[in-house]
T-cell receptor, first 116, second 116 residues
């Protein structure tokens, strides 16, 4: 069984603050992928990043950075100098290959509210 | 590149009525998914197609839900009869075929269904 936990239901920050969204996952499989998606008020989930289980290298893309740590089963997402346009619900997801098929499981999401 | 197209955007029906949702995936994407997203939750998979074949429909309530992807391109999801608990956002997504589950999903805007 696989599971994704996003313990933070809602976070509110003031613009220009840094914010970290936590994601903890569970899987028994050795081959898996982790994803982050953004869901703005328009409703469409937008793919942000993918990491595979064999690549623990952290990644930075502009104001976004991701910290993948297998030792703690975490894949946290940091937004530096947050902006109002970052307001959205962010989902962490896990896709694990079970030997016959893969299955994608989403967390419950973290709602980020950035205010002026 | 055109994204995943879904229609209608909103649908309000009375319980026990039938309803259908349509999805046209990104050109070239073999895999098509239907997800259901309840308020405050992450998306949950209903069915996944590889071309015309439904390869995972274990979460589809088959007594009232049906889906088809006859030509391996666009797809229709139907509910008959609808129940109050079916109120949710129905999301369609597509991706390239990837047995290990590493291909990011591209989502449509979803259909918000309200059953009264």
């Amino acid at each position: 069984a696989q599971k994704v936990t996003q313990a933070q239901t809602e976070i509110s920050v003031v613009e220009k603050e840094d914010v970290t969204l936590d994601c903890v996952y569970e899987t028994r499989d050795t081959t898996y992928y982790l994803f982050w998606y953004k869901q703005p008020p328009s409703g469409e989930l937008v793919f942000l990043i993918r990491r595979n289980s064999f690549d623990e290298q952290n990644e930075i893309s502009g104001r976004y950075s991701w910290n993948f740590q297998k030792s703690t089963s975490s894949f946290n997402f940091t937004i530096t100098a947050s902006q109002v346009v970052d307001s959205a619900v962010y989902f962490c997801a896990l896709s694990a290959f079970t030997g016959t098929a893969s299955k994608l499981t989403f967390g419950t999401g973290t709602r980020l509210q950035v205010t002026l | 590149e055109a994204g995943v197209v879904q229609s209608p955007r909103y649908k309000i029906i009375e319980k026990k009525q039938p309803v259908a949702f349509w999805c046209n995936p990104i050109s070239g994407h073999n895999t098509l998914y239907w997800y259901r997203q309840n308020l405050g939750q992450g998306p949950e998979l209903l069915i996944r197609y590889e071309n015309e074949e439904a390869v995972d429909d274990s979460q589809l309530p088959k007594d009232r839900f049906s889906a088809e992807r006859l030509k391996g391109v666009d797809s229709t999801l139907k509910i008959q009869p609808a129940e109050l608990g079916d109120s949710a956002v129905y999301l369609c997504a597509s991706s390239f075929a990837d047995s290990l589950g590493g291909s990011p999903l591209h989502f449509g805007n979803g259909t918000r269904l309200t059953v009264t």
